[in-house]
């Protein structure tokens, strides 16, 4: 699941391949692995802006972070390529998809070509989104990394 309100805040909730959350409570980014028992937080300033979450959530000009491409339909999806300007970026390559207007597909190669494609489905626009879904606690016994 994810949740978008700008500027700078989102939530990403997912289970697979591996279960993380993913918050950004406007301040600060909160990843958190289940897994590793482990949540690393940094600051939301310096260099997020061209990370494929806070270019939907962020605040801002495209075209300060991004060398933009419109790409060739394919299956009834409109496709612009998104190249960062910034080369320590982590990502190579995001392709953002809509239909009739609408996201659909966020694609992602990193840095080490690892390529991750994201579908959009059952997506609403402007729904009353509570502030605590942008909050983060990390769990008690968690190792927590960062600032």
Known sequence: ????????????????????????????????DAGLQQVTVRTLTGGLGDTPAMLLAGRGRLEDNFIIKPLSPQNDIEWVQLTPKRKDSGYEDIRIGFVLGKLRALEMVDGFGHATRVTFESSRENPRIESTRFSFTPPEGVDVVGE
């Open 1 to 32: 699941m994810l949740w978008i309100e700008r500027p700078n805040k989102f939530r990403w909730d997912y289970e697979k391949p591996y279960q993380q959350q993913i918050v950004a409570d406007g301040k600060r980014l909160w990843v958190y």
